[in-house]
């Protein structure tokens, strides 16, 4: 393990010890999500606009509209799902300093380990889709599927074994990363 990875488990882990109130969780809920929601789509958007100056190709409007609207609804229901799913059955956040209390393996993680990545991604997709264009959606969708595949890789999955073990382990030796395996 790296020495930032280990950095990284050691503060979750240390969190995730601490007992925070509703007001704390609230607020941490509320900057995590304006990243996710705002931050970093702006940043990859952005990315993906100049990307897409090079690969203009028509299409449709209709079309791209509704499956932007379609993307951007269904990733932040996936999205909200988690976060309902962290609070209630975790009792804690997505953010690393009020961490879920305890492994959760129902709900949207019964499908793959990282739902929220899969909501976001999806919602990249649509967001990207509905300011530009298809391929812009496409470019955001794959970024954001690599920048957070690698930080679930390198960050996020060692602390969960650190912190729960051989029942992460078994979790993870049966459920899909981040596209569910829905047959």
């Known amino acids: 393990m790296s ?12 969190a995730a010890g601490k007992d925070r109130s509703e007001r704390y969780k609230v607020a941490a809920v ?36 509704v499956l932007a609207w379609i993307a951007t609804l269904g990733g932040l229901l996936i999205w909200g799902r988690t976060i309902f ?47 530009n264009s298809v391929w812009v959606g496409m470019l955001m969708f794959v970024l954001g599927l690599i920048f957070g595949g690698l930080f679930h890789k390198l960050f996020e999955e060692p602390e969960l074994v650190q912190r729960f073990g051989r029942e992460y382990e078994e979790y993870r030796s049966k459920t899909p990363f981040i596209f569910p395996k829905l047959w």
Do not use: W
């Not at 931050?39 to 990315?47: D, E, K, M, T, Y």
């Not at 690393?96 to 993680?109: D, E, N, V």
């Open 3 to 14: 020495r930032l990875t280990e950095s990284y488990a050691k503060t979750v882990v240390d």
């Open 30 to 65: 509320t900057v995590g999500g304006g990243a996710f929601l705002v931050v970093a789509p702006a940043i990859l958007f952005g990315l993906c606009y100049l990307l897409y100056e090079y690969l203009l190709v028509p299409h449709s409007d209709t079309i791209r509209v």
């Open 85 to 131: 799913t962290q609070a209630v059955i975790g009792k804690g956040t997505p953010v690393p300093l009020a961490p879920p209390q305890k492994l959760i393996l129902t709900g949207p993680y019964r499908y793959c380990r990282n739902p929220m990545q899969l909501g976001m991604i999806v919602y990249y997709f649509g967001l990207g889709t509905l300011l």
